[in-house]
């Protein structure tokens, strides 16, 4: 079955940008979109946003000014890059699979298991 | 602040039925599916339930959605110890282009 894994520093100083690297396994990078997702320490859920195999890309309007989200689907991965971190970056990232049913319903139905990313100096 | 508003906690003993609510907007809940996700203490979430009220294979049916007008609401009925976890409720919300929006999460004890 399909397996998603987040890469990327663990420790990312304030200012600079964070980049994070999610690999697709046990299936097909085309025909879904990919999202992120992060977890601040103790609290809920946030979207960052995604991309569609298309390169068409939608972003959390809150964060939309400094996130990027690309994919190189031969290589079956998608990144994310968020520029001038603050210590309220700090949080789980996970990365995850939007699917959709037979009346256009999407949902996330395959997630990584989330990389710890803590923005310090 | 969120945009979808859970309770922060519900608890229940063993064997009981719990329901968790998820209140939003005409913008969101009152105009796309509503899905459901479990997440244990230190690991992923997990989809429990889309489109309102579908089970994705593998998750038991003592867990079911439903939606009304702009809320939306998840019963686990004979409650288990391991249902122990914290659940948040997810939909599309129209405004600001279109994203994707969480609840704040519902702890849920079994006592």
């Known amino acids: 079955q399909v397996q998603l894994q987040e890469s990327g520093p663990g420790l990312v100083k304030p200012s600079e940008t964070l980049s994070l690297t999610c690999t697709v396994s046990?299936?097909?990078?085309?025909?879904?979109?990919w999202s992120w997702i992060r977890q601040p320490p103790g609290k809920g859920l946030e979207w960052i946003g995604y991309?569609?195999?298309?390169?068409?890309?939608k972003y959390n309007p809150s964060l939309k000014s400094r996130v990027t989200i690309s994919a190189d689907t031969s290589k079956h991965q998608f990144f994310l890059k968020l520029s001038s971190v603050t210590a309220a970056d700090t949080a789980v990232y996970y990365c995850?699979?939007?699917?959709?049913?037979?009346?256009?319903?999407?949902?996330?139905?395959?997630w990584g298991r989330g990389s710890l990313v803590t923005v310090s100096s | 602040q969120t945009v979808l508003t859970q309770p922060p906690s519900a608890s229940g003993t063993p064997g009981q039925r719990v329901t968790i609510s998820c209140s939003g907007s005409?913008?969101?809940?009152?105009?796309?599916?509503v899905n459901w996700y479990q997440q244990v203490p230190g690991m992923a979430p997990k989809l429990l339930i889309y489109?309102?009220?579908h089970r994705p294979s593998g998750v038991p049916d003592r867990f079911s959605g439903s939606k009304f007008g702009t809320s939306a609401s998840l019963a686990i009925s004979g409650l288990q110890s391991e249902d122990e976890a914290d659940f948040y409720c997810?939909?599309?919300?129209?405004?600001?282009?279109?994203?994707?929006?969480f609840g704040g999460g519902t702890k849920l004890t079994v006592l």
């Open positions: 997810a939909v599309w919300d129209d405004s600001l282009n279109g994203h994707v929006v």
């Open positions: 046990g299936g097909s990078i085309n025909s879904y979109y």
């Open positions: 995850a699979r939007r699917s959709y049913d037979d009346s256009s319903a999407y949902y996330f139905d395959v």
């Open positions: 489109n309102n009220d």
């Open positions: 991309i569609y195999d298309t390169g068409t890309t």
């Open positions: 005409s913008s969101n809940i009152g105009s796309n599916p």
